[in-house]
């Protein structure tokens, strides 16, 4: 199992923050360096000093970190045009050397688009919208050096684009997409994924969207074994109960809670659950950090869950 360490920005956090749990994670050995992509906290926090772009912090990242894996869970398709965020993500994959991901998803949160003036579709326009940008993004990137790139959809039209510039992973970066829709949700995931994953969602219903996109992926001809399968949960570890009870109180979030539907409690119980979802068959495990200040809780993980996982 790949562990992986996924932020949340929006609830507040500067760049040298991020830096310094980026740089923390990759010392201690952790696969990647994710974090979400919204614009307005959520809950009753602050949110001070306010939203970081999500490109913008990774373009950061891509010269300040050597080894991380780079990414989004996940770019809203409502942020950005479809052929600049191709050129975007293509940069910062040559900024690192190769490293970025990029998870991308039809943006869900209404609240932080009427905030920041940015148009609000519905679920069924977004979803469209989302198509048509992964059809556009991964037809620049794939087009030959010295061809030319066109796509006429309902929402975007491209013309005669020389498809530049390219990503420096070939063809393309990796493409995440995730989400429990039981209907269009499991068919892009098996046009377009090359990793699957689902934040916050229990063991039996994991089971279930995984097997949904699998059918998908089985009625296209695909092998299903191409993608790489995930979770995203909540991370609260603690060395004792005492220690448990102080880093839910921090995100406030109580630990009875915490264990029944994220990763909390000791080393033994974390490893315990990792491996409930390793069994039907997720291979990475974003664990989500929210209290950024708390680098000890990375450095607990990484000595004490991750040799065992």
């Given at each position: 199992m790949?562990?992986?360490?996924?932020?949340?920005?929006?609830q507040?956090?500067?760049?040298?923050?991020?830096?310094?749990?980026?740089r923390?994670a990759?010392?201690t050995g952790?696969?990647a360096?994710f974090?979400s992509d919204?614009?307005?906290k959520?809950?009753?926090?602050?949110?001070e000093?306010?939203?970081?772009d999500a490109w913008?912090?990774?373009a950061g990242?891509?010269r300040?970190t050597?080894?991380?894996?780079?990414g989004?869970l996940?770019?809203a398709a409502?942020f950005?045009?479809?052929?600049p965020?191709?050129?975007?993500v293509?940069?910062?994959d040559?900024?690192?050397?190769?490293?970025?991901e990029?998870?991308?998803?039809t943006?869900?949160?209404?609240?932080e688009?009427?905030?920041?003036?940015?148009?609000f579709p519905?679920?069924?326009?977004r979803?469209?919208?989302l198509e048509?940008?992964?059809a556009?993004?991964?037809?620049?990137?794939?087009?030959?050096?010295g061809?030319?790139?066109?796509?006429?959809?309902?929402?975007?039209q491209?013309r005669?684009?020389?498809?530049l510039?390219?990503?420096?992973?070939?063809?393309?970066?990796?493409?995440?997409l995730?989400g429990?829709g039981a209907?269009r949700?499991p068919g892009l995931?098996?046009?377009?994924a090359?990793?699957?994953?689902?934040?916050?969602v229990?063991v039996?219903d994991s089971?279930?969207?995984?097997?949904?996109?699998r059918?998908?992926?089985a009625?296209?001809?695909?092998?299903?074994?191409?993608?790489v399968w995930?979770?995203?949960l909540?991370?609260?570890c603690g060395?004792?109960e005492?220690?448990v009870?102080?880093r839910?109180?921090?995100?406030?979030?109580?630990p009875?809670?915490?264990?029944?539907?994220?990763?909390?409690?000791?080393?033994?119980?974390?490893?315990?659950k990792?491996?409930r979802y390793a069994e039907?068959?997720s291979?990475r495990i974003y664990?989500?950090?929210?209290?950024l200040?708390d680098?000890d809780h990375?450095?607990?993980v990484?000595?004490?869950?991750?040799?065992?996982v």
């Amino acid at each position: 199992m790949e562990l992986r360490i996924f932020t949340e920005p929006q609830q507040g956090a500067s760049y040298d923050q991020l830096l310094a749990v980026a740089r923390c994670a990759e010392e201690t050995g952790f696969a990647a360096f994710f974090r979400s992509d919204h614009y307005l906290k959520m809950g009753s926090v602050s949110g001070e000093p306010g939203p970081t772009d999500a490109w913008t912090t990774l373009a950061g990242l891509a010269r300040d970190t050597a080894r991380l894996r780079l990414g989004t869970l996940m770019t809203a398709a409502t942020f950005r045009l479809p052929g600049p965020l191709a050129i975007t993500v293509a940069q910062v994959d040559q900024m690192s050397g190769g490293r970025v991901e990029l998870g991308i998803g039809t943006g869900w949160y209404a609240e932080e688009h009427s905030a920041y003036g940015i148009p609000f579709p519905a679920l069924r326009e977004r979803f469209d919208r989302l198509e048509e940008q992964l059809a556009i993004i991964t037809g620049l990137w794939e087009t030959p050096v010295g061809k030319t790139f066109d796509f006429l959809g309902k929402y975007y039209q491209v013309r005669n684009s020389p498809a530049l510039p390219k990503p420096a992973q070939r063809p393309c970066p990796p493409i995440l997409l995730g989400g429990t829709g039981a209907k269009r949700t499991p068919g892009l995931a098996a046009r377009y994924a090359d990793e699957f994953n689902l934040p916050f969602v229990s063991v039996e219903d994991s089971a279930a969207q995984f097997e949904r996109v699998r059918w998908a992926c089985a009625e296209i001809g695909r092998d299903p074994d191409e993608l790489v399968w995930s979770n995203a949960l909540v991370l609260c570890c603690g060395r004792d109960e005492a220690e448990v009870t102080r880093r839910a109180a921090a995100i406030g979030r109580e630990p009875a809670e915490l264990r029944e539907n994220g990763l909390a409690g000791t080393p033994a119980e974390i490893v315990d659950k990792i491996g409930r979802y390793a069994e039907i068959g997720s291979r990475r495990i974003y664990l989500q950090v929210l209290d950024l200040a708390d680098l000890d809780h990375l450095e607990l993980v990484a000595a004490e869950v991750m040799r065992q996982v």
